[in-house]
């Protein structure tokens, strides 16, 4: 990594609040270039909490920006952190109202050009899209990074049609810790403590909505751009890693978008901006990257950015199962056009005789985290015990060639159940000649989302049917020698909530069935891709200070042998307890809790808890917010429940509990 001190522009910045429409002001922290001259101006749109929470990242980029001539801001969402309002669901209208007024609102300045990009990774990076599709006129470029465009079947809520338990349960349960928190004195003044309290009244735990939601209708339309990819009218440069798993983003959006306005980068990452150096690397000079958009967009420069590739992607070798990789053996690749001429979709047909499915339900517990931030235990480990609960087909390489793929393989199955629902789960695995099985890709279908994600079909009890779906998109390189496995299983929790009744599985016929993959012939276009080393402005400075507690491990797997139970405890990691330099003390603790019958699939459970932190010794601020999540499930509908307990001191000033039960009507 390299830290830059010096840059073309001195800078400086200032904290203001931004006045809405409705009277609502937005907290925003401006970094400019010293500059008589009127420049661009880049948001990043979150709500997160600038004053803390991404405070760190935010100084990596956002005055790297402005000594490169930007004025680089970033805005708090409505009811977080220290602007004004209550906080809504994520991405609905108002919120993106707001963002469109933000966008207005920055254009108009003395200092802007007028001319507006928006950027930002995750949330930043759906609502750039999300406003790009409401096409404010001063928006002219996004750079949107590991986001969606599809909020129902490739987000953290259902996946394939089913209920994404993992996740659909930890990030609701994380929202309603972030939501909770209180506005910083440091930065509003006394009246933080009145502004908590009437945010808090408006809190709502999101998974109440969400799993109100579990078909594909108008509330998941809402914010999908892929329902009108027409309507962006700003040019896109998508960016996603291939342990993200919202990468196929990146595909649809050069394959919908204008490609004189669109251009995609996938990187070997999971879901961290591609210049921190978090594994898996390689990492890229990627605000060297974006500037050169920007440069192009919003200054008109005529730098050769849009002479890239229309995709340029990362295809990794083989490599043996791990959790963490510093670094994955592979090279870069473009690709002209997507679909690429390059890609050919080749068949591989299924053998044998038709094989009886029904995993244990624990089936999964080798998935690894469904959103890999870089950590130790994120990604899955060797997938062998998966492997035995799955039924599995085997396609030799070649002694002298590798099979490349790059893009999203598909399968077609014939099934037969015998109840009238299940899920079934494909995994992609390169198996080395010890035997060792690394997960390449996967995907699920929920069986009675199989005429579309918008609808609930029963299966017809008794009968064969052939399914087809994708897996996630994938560039990899099965090596000589090795076998491609498609290992198939009808459960994996925790990611796929089991229904009762799918403990039966189903019957395959490979006759009827195969994997077809999108294998890359090598050309030309493979050679010059290169990046420039990373580079940030100066880190922000903050201190974590030591302790003498055993750390928690980041994924136990816990077996009651006598009850049959297995149980999965995580430790997200988020951030833990850290120091600001301005004196803010700021503490972190969560756990995430799954457990699992063998047999049982109504014994599914879901757990999390959070303890939050604020303290601010010269102040005298001391605030305090803790939650507790669960859910599980009956035959006919989902439990919920959930409860906040905020303390100024020792003082308890609001506590709340929800207890729901929402019908199982898909999902």
């Known amino acids: 990594m390299i830290i830059r001190t010096d840059f073309p522009y001195g800078t ?13 002001e937005l907290y925003a922290r401006i970094w400019r270039p010293v500059t008589d001259e009127p420049v661009p101006a880049l948001l990043e749109y979150l709500p997160y909490r600038l004053t803390d929470w991404t405070s760190p990242r935010d100084r990596q980029r956002h005055p790297w920006y402005a000594g490169h001539g930007y004025a680089s801001v970033r805005v708090d969402v409505r009811g977080h952190g220290c602007s004004g309002g209550s906080p809504g669901d994520e991405y609905d209208a108002r919120e993106l109202a707001d963002g469109v007024a933000v966008v207005e609102w920055l254009a108009a300045q003395p200092w802007c050009t007028g001319s507006v990009g928006m950027f930002g990774i995750s949330w930043g990076g759906f609502n750039s899209l999300q406003i790009a599709a409401l096409a404010p006129e001063p928006l002219k470029a996004v750079v949107t990074v590991c ?88 040019a896109v440069l998508a960016v996603g890693g291939w342990h993200d798993p919202y990468r196929d983003t990146v595909l649809r959006l050069v394959e919908h978008l204008p490609p004189a306005r ?63 990789y510093e670094e994955l053996p592979g090279r870069w690749v473009g690709e002209k056009s997507w679909p690429s001429a390059s890609v050919i979709p080749v068949p591989y047909v299924f053998q044998g005789a038709p094989v009886e499915v029904a995993s244990p339900q624990h089936t999964g517990l080798d998935a690894g985290r469904f959103f890999p931030f870089g950590n130790d235990a994120d990604l899955p480990p060797d997938q062998r015990e998966e492997d035995a609960k799955s039924a599995c087909f085997e396609f030799p390489v070649g002694r002298e060639e590798p099979v490349e793929i790059l893009g999203r393989p598909s399968v077609t199955l014939r099934l037969r159940l015998d109840v009238p629902y299940g899920q079934v789960v494909a995994r992609l695995c390169d198996v080395a000649p010890d035997g060792s099985s690394t997960l390449v890709t996967r995907g699920a279908l929920n069986l009675s989302a199989r005429r579309g994600r918008d609808r609930a079909l029963p299966w017809p009890v008794g009968a064969y049917e052939d ?22 299983s009808s459960a994996y929790w925790p990611w796929i909530w089991p229904r009762a009744g799918s403990e039966a599985g189903w019957t395959l016929d490979p006759a009827g069935s195969a994997l077809t993959l999108p294998v890359r012939a090598g050309s030309a276009s493979d050679g010059g891709i290169v990046f420039e080393a990373p580079e940030q402005a100066e880190p922000l400075g ?36 850290r120091v600001y ?12 809790v799954y457990e699992i019958q063998d047999a049982d699939a109504l014994s599914a459970r879901a757990r999390s808890r959070w303890r939050i932190r604020l303290h601010r010794p010269e102040l ?48």
């Open 581 to 592: 330099p301005d004196g803010l003390e700021y503490g972190e603790d969560a756990e995430e």
């Open 147 to 234: 986001s969606t465009d599809d909020r129902y079947d490739n987000d953290v809520h259902y996946m394939g049609g089913s209920v994404l338990a993992v996740d659909m349960h930890a990030w609701a349960a994380t929202m309603l810790a972030f939501a909770s928190r209180p506005p910083d004195p440091q930065f509003v003044g006394n009246d933080w403590r009145r502004q908590w309290l009437e945010r808090l009244e408006a809190v709502e735990p999101l998974v109440h909505t969400w799993l109100s939601h579990q078909t594909r209708d108008a509330y998941w339309r809402h914010g999908s751009v892929c329902e009108d990819y027409t309507a962006i009218g700003a």
């Open 12 to 24: 400086t910045h200032e904290d203001v609040r931004i006045p809405l429409p409705d009277g609502v």
């Open 467 to 488: 399914v087809a779906f994708e897996l996630n998109g994938i560039g990899h390189a099965f090596a000589p020698g090795h076998r491609i496995r498609l290992a198939v």
């Open 620 to 667: 005298g601020w001391d605030a305090r917010v803790e939650t507790r999540s669960e859910i599980s499930c009956d035959e006919g509908g989902f439990l919920t429940s959930n409860e906040v307990v905020c303390r100024e001191g020792d003082e308890v000033v609001f506590h709340r509990t929800w207890e729901r039960r929402l019908p199982r009507a898909a999902g």
């Open 542 to 577: 903050v201190v974590f200070p030591a302790t003498l507690d055993e750390p928690r491990p980041e994924r136990l797997v816990v077996r009651d042998v006598a009850r049959g139970t297995w149980r999965l405890e995580v430790d997200p990691r988020y951030g833990g307890t």
């Open 262 to 324: 669109v251009r995609g980068l996938i990187g070997p990452w999971s879901h961290q901006y591609p210049d921190r150096g978090l594994p898996p690397g390689p990492a890229i000079g990627f605000l060297q990257e974006t500037l050169r958009w920007w440069d192009h967009w919003l200054k008109g420069a005529d730098n050769g950015v849009m002479e890239e590739p229309l995709l340029r992607s990362w295809i990794s070798d083989s490599h043996p199962p791990a959790t963490v």
